[in-house]
DNA sequence: AATGAATGAGTATTCATTCAT
DNA sequence: CATGAATGAATACTCATTCAT
């Protein structure tokens, strides 16, 4: 065996960490999450994972930062590809959207680790989240320099958006387990995004004069 | 001392109890709370807990039960003296977001329900969930019979809401914990009441044709 | 109401305490029985058992107390009826295996204080127990004076007749859950106690020279 | 160290867990056992009898598995090296008499058991209690058509030989406790064995004709 | 790197007993 | 006599973490 196989078995033993992490955390939080459990889902002996990583709570800001961070550098990326304003606040929201649709136990543990202050955000976690403000902050900035925007505050459409999907990832399991009364609908995720994307153009495109 | 006082007695004991549970499970959510620390805030002994309540999960649900009776209760009350949609919906907007202002732990328990998947809730705590989203459904009906609202998805306008105003408070902490660069601005509550409001209507009134 | 009520209806509430003991007592022992359960029985507030009676352990030995004072009082009443050291002897056999058969609760009890080595047995308690292996060995003292019987040792005979109808007594519950297989046939009371005299008559009788 | 020397190691600490388990669950019943006591007398900490056994209820039916297996094989076994029903029968009655003796906590915790129903017994102590209850029946049988015992019932047999061995064993710290007076004797285990196999057999055999 | 065993410091819950009224 | 409330001392069980091999 190489030494770079050697070092991708490592490497794939962490991934098997963390992906086991995500899951449990975000199913019972930190307090809830059992280091047993987060190892048996990784196929490997406990000892093992204090081994690689070294602890409930560095696991745990680890798996946090790793989303964040890829969070970032898919919206950094993504957002390149588009050139107005508007084009630009479409890609970030689908990609928000994205991120979550494509796995629900990001939201989760995101929402659960802001309500307790962000208490276990490394300081390059918190450099992520900055940035991915930043780019959002830009794309409004651009389109009220443009004229196409109306002058709003960044940070609001952001939260508008985490909320959103956020809240429409987490509130799933109960519209399932509680049949809600006719008159009450909840969008699936494809029409959610294209309602929420009219609604947020909408709500800060300026009002054309003919 | 009264028959009364002696029956407000036991009220009171109950009170105290709720709302250190209150804090103490918004602060570390239902697995990280300790019954021993909810007692001592309530300046009890921990098994008049027990003797009151019964038990760490039935308090937890009770708590949760009584927010969400309150906020039905409050939201039903309110929405009464508004006569227009917008009125309404303007009503139900502040409504929630004061009382998400109120009491801060309020937003943090209710995101933490939520995203556990509502296991706790009673069957009165949904049922007061549909009260409330009976409301918007209606505020929202109500407009669009009007001519005043284009149609829309109410579950979205109620989870925006719930969103930003959770998400605002939630935020908080951080905020304060992490300086975040010039450019990027967090509203505080009030100012960031009237920009959600204004949001909202223009995203959902009829362009008023001339 | 007259002093003699009041001391009735007094008197009638330790009975009931006691009934009630004796059933929680006998179903999950001293260590197991939970004063509510048998204040709940007794129909009467917990505070009123400890005024009555004063504590778990003095209610316990109390009910230990009655059960044996009544067999005492009870076997040596009856065996005054009877005349030849044989009809004594099935006196006793019977009284015995009536006291178990009328109420079950009894040997459960019995049985779990003599294991637990008779820590909670009160001195008259002793004096009962005294008095009754008194009579049995007068009874075969008698027979073997008489040349009925022959020498034997008296606490034998009298465990052997406690043990029989003892473990047949506690033993139902068992032979009701697993059915055990045919050719394993368990008598039933009065079956058990006809075989049983015959048994012990035919183990002490003085073989007759003809 | 070996392997095997490894493997022997856990179930050291697997025996002395059920060791200190018999004597603690035979002094003080399921309810009045205290974990800690037990972890204490085996000398080894409290949660490694979680890890190894899993809890006090399944501690307590591995105890009474272990007793009844034991005696089981034990009876089994030794029956084998007898040949006619009368030497069976009395290798039976010295088998149980020999286990009794050796060791004095298991009469307690067995008729613990009993009286408490077989709540606890797991279904492989209840085949061999089977096996036993089915070795004494044809040994009762064998003698049955071989003229030399008369017909009779093969569970009272057992349960005689239990009562009698099992009240011997428990009331010894009674009979010391409280000193009986004078013409009550209670007979040593070796006379108690050689008195009950004496009354056993000549209640069971069939009077010789000459 | 890998594993079964070990540990100590919790943590929810129970319960006999007492108190105030 | 009667009762609801209060208390403190247990007690079974858990779990993050470490150790020996």
Redesign the interface.
């Known amino acids: 065996m190489s030494n770079t196989d050697y070092k991708e078995k490592q490497g794939v033993t962490i991934d098997r960490i963390l992906v086991a992490a995500l899951e449990v955390f975000s199913e019972?939080?930190?307090?809830?999450a059992r280091i047993d459990e987060i190892a048996k889902r990784a196929g490997i002996n406990k000892a093992m994972l204090y081994y690689h990583i070294g602890g409930k709570e560095a696991l745990y800001s680890e798996v946090i930062h790793q989303i964040i961070h890829h969070a970032a550098e898919s919206i950094t990326k993504n957002i390149k590809e588009a050139t107005t304003p508007e084009e630009k606040l479409v890609t970030y929201i689908r990609n928000i959207a994205g991120i979550v649709e494509e796995n629900p136990k990001i939201p989760?543990l995101i929402?659960?680790e802001?309500?307790?202050?962000?208490k276990n955000?490394t300081e390059s976690a918190?450099q992520d989240i900055?940035r991915i403000?930043?780019i959002v902050?830009g794309i409004l900035q651009e389109g009220s320099d443009k004229g196409v925007f109306i002058e709003?505050?960044?940070?609001?459409i952001h939260?508008?958006t985490?909320?959103?999907f956020?809240?429409?990832s987490?509130?799933g399991?109960?519209r399932e387990?509680?049949a809600?009364?006719k008159?009450?609908?909840?969008?699936d995720a494809r029409i959610?995004v294209e309602?929420?994307e009219?609604?947020?153009l909408?709500?800060?495109q300026q009002e054309r004069k003919e």
Do not use: C, D
Request: charged letters at 15%; a positive charge; aromatic letters at 10%.
């Open positions: 019972s939080g930190l307090e809830g989760k929402l659960r802001m309500i307790s202050g962000g955000y918190v900055i403000l930043k902050s709003t505050i960044p940070v609001i939260m508008m985490l909320g959103v956020g809240f429409l987490i509130s399991p109960l387990r509680f809600f009364p008159g009450i609908k909840v969008p959610a309602e929420f009219k609604l947020v909408r709500s800060i």
